[in-house]
């Protein structure tokens, strides 16, 4: 049971690039999360998947795109790369079936655009 | 429109003694939950503990409390014999089941715990 995995851990991007983060978790869990965390800053949502096959936008979409790409799987895209966007991006999913809804979060990916 | 506000940025105390991390929130639900979660150095999001807001008993997890004062959106975390390890960010977070189960973070206090 590997929790939630991310990849990659880290990364450097040239402005304009663009790349895909990926994030799977083996727990079953229904609704899944990206967040960024800025230095200084608290966690702000980026995207969620509530359910398989639904997507919406969290507090800071732009410029971002996700994909749920089954129940396990949930990925996120930068287009275009801008200095803005770097920070720490960090994939959750919760655990709502038992009531509990603790969030387990990824080991995080450090993403640098110059 | 959920906001969570935590006014101290930067926290010490000395080993074994106690420390006292604050967090309000501002929110118009009845039912929701909050969360103390701990980011050590190593980056990742440890839960630490959890407060269902239908429930007045303030809610412990060995050396974690909390202070939940529903009326006054007040939620604060007691540490109790601190330990080295306690070293890290705290974050208080706000969730609501009814806007898919996110959480709306706080802007982090760093806690230093001194030898």
């Known amino acids: 049971n590997a929790g939630v995995t991310q990849t990659p851990k880290f990364q450097v991007l040239k402005t304009g690039q663009s790349m895909t983060l990926q994030c799977a978790q083996d727990?079953?869990?229904?609704?899944m999360y990206w967040y960024r965390q800025d230095p200084g800053m608290g966690l702000r949502l980026i995207y969620y998947?509530?359910?398989?096959?639904?997507?919406d936008k969290g507090e800071v979409p732009n410029g971002y795109n996700v994909s749920r790409l089954n129940k396990r799987e949930f990925s996120l895209r930068l287009e275009s790369a801008a200095p803005s966007q770097t920070s720490v991006y960090f994939c959750?999913?919760?655990?709502?079936?038992?009531?509990?809804?603790?969030?387990?979060f990824g080991p995080g990916t450090r993403l640098t655009v110059t | 429109a959920q906001t969570v506000t935590q006014s101290q940025p930067e926290m010490s105390v000395q080993e074994a003694e106690t420390v006292t991390l604050s967090c309000t929130y501002d929110?118009?639900?009845?039912?929701?939950?909050l969360f103390w979660y701990k980011q050590p150095p190593s980056r990742q999001m440890i839960l630490v503990i959890r407060?269902?807001?239908?429930?007045?008993q303030n809610a412990t997890e060995n050396r974690f409390s909390v202070n939940f004062q529903k009326a006054a959106k007040s939620f604060s975390l007691k540490i109790s014999d601190s330990q080295l390890g306690d070293t890290a960010m705290y974050f208080c977070?706000?969730?609501?089941?009814?806007?898919?189960?996110?959480?709306?973070f706080g802007e982090g206090t760093q806690l230093t715990v001194n030898p």
């Open positions: 977070a706000f969730m609501t089941a009814r806007y898919g189960s996110r959480l709306t």
């Open positions: 407060q269902e807001a239908y429930k007045q």
């Open positions: 727990m079953n869990h229904n609704s």
């Open positions: 998947s509530a359910s398989e096959g639904t997507t």
């Open positions: 929110t118009s639900e009845n039912n929701y939950y």
């Open positions: 959750a999913s919760v655990s709502s079936g038992d009531g509990s809804y603790e969030q387990y």
